[in-house]
């Protein structure tokens, strides 16, 4: 195998998988900056990725009616990722609610937002479905060549032809994610509430509506996250669909250290962890390794960046602090 052929076996397979943990790891990391952990981005994911499934099968024959067979059916998954961002919104609120106005543990209360979207998705997938999983979506993301940039020299394979979408749309959410949170205004006062609530309360910051605005973004991230995958991996929904992804977002986020680009390339490498057992048949020395271990690296590798393996990581200040105004 040449080395184009090798790159364009592994690089179009490991970008289908970071685009999901790119959105919610850079949601990871908007919420942490402003001093609240969002353990529940896992249960984040999973009400993306049931929104995302349920809109697409419910509304996607509603949505070809009213605008064609050709133009409904690319139109279809759009709206339903945008559904499930606005799902994942108002969901992250929970969490918003109980870690910032009523100061419970945030660790605790992220632990039973994953449990909360769980429990969600399975009751109403056998209410309205009548069993553990839902159909197949007829209209999810489907692989295309980007005009002009595929026809570009050995770059066009590799980055721009059998791509999604959606991969493309997860690298501009970081970038603008970066630029808002380290050149604006908005994103200094973000930073500041999470390294120093006290400080940002005295220059007339109001610290708890800037947590909640991160948790809310973070929420539709995480959402827009789940629903890619579900719309591009999986297809459809059941209790395993989402099985431990928004925790790899969640080591992303720590292993990028807290910094949108740095969640994106972490993610990147997850990615990559994540696509070897179905490119491995395909590449020489890789396909000589047994399967379970190609299936497990994804998580030993995020045990290894949780546990610090690859470098001390320095949380913002703040993090897991209540703000109780008027008090140090």
């Known amino acids: 195998m040449d080395i184009l052929g090798f790159l364009t076996t592994v690089v179009p397979t490991a970008f289908f998988y970071a685009a999901p943990l790119i959105f919610t790891a850079v949601g990871g990391a908007i919420s942490e900056r402003s001093g609240v952990i969002n353990i529940g981005l896992e249960g984040l994911m999973i009400m993306g990725a049931f929104v995302g ?3 697409n099968l419910l509304m996607g024959p509603v949505i070809i009616n009213a605008f064609g067979s050709g133009f409904g059916g690319d139109l279809t ?3 339903s990722i945008i ?3 606005i799902i994942g919104g108002i969901f992250a609120l929970l969490l918003a609610l109980a870690s910032i106005t009523f100061r419970a543990d945030q660790v605790v209360s992220g632990v039973a937002i994953n449990f909360l979207a769980l429990g ?5 997938i056998k209410e309205v ?3 553990g999983q839902t159909d197949f979506v007829d209209h999810p993301f489907n692989t295309t060549s980007i005009p002009l940039l595929s026809e570009i020299p050995f770059l066009g394979p590799i980055f721009f032809e059998r791509t999604f979408y959606t991969n493309w749309l997860a690298v501009i959410v970081a ?3 970066w630029y808002v949170m380290f050149k604006t205004p908005f994103g200094l006062r973000l930073r500041s509430v999470g390294e120093h609530p006290h400080a940002a309360d005295t220059m007339g910051i109001n610290v708890n509506r800037m947590r909640y605005i991160a948790v809310g973004i973070s929420g539709v991230l995480g959402g827009i996250g789940g629903s890619v995958f579900a719309l591009t991996v999986a297809q459809n929904f059941s209790a395993s669909t989402i099985s431990g992804q928004g925790f790899i977002a969640l080591a992303a986020n720590v292993f990028g250290k807290w910094h949108p680009l740095g969640a994106m390339g972490a993610a990147i490498f997850f990615g990559v962890a994540q696509s070897l057992s179905v490119i491995s048949q ?3 020395l890789l396909d ?3 399967g379970i271990y190609l299936q497990i690296a994804p998580y030993v590798l995020t045990i290894l960046a949780i546990a610090g393996f690859i470098g001390r990581a320095e949380a913002p200040k703040a993090l897991n602090q209540p703000f109780i105004k008027g008090t140090r």
């Not at 969600?120 to 109403?124: A, D, L, N, S």
């Open 83 to 85: 559904a499930a961002g």
């Open 77 to 79: 998954p759009w709206l």
């Open 53 to 55: 499934i349920v809109f």
């Open 129 to 131: 479905f009548g069993a």
């Open 282 to 284: 395909g590449i020489p």
């Open 175 to 177: 970038v603008l994610a």
């Open 120 to 124: 969600i998705g399975i009751f109403f």
């Open 288 to 290: 000589a390794v047994p």
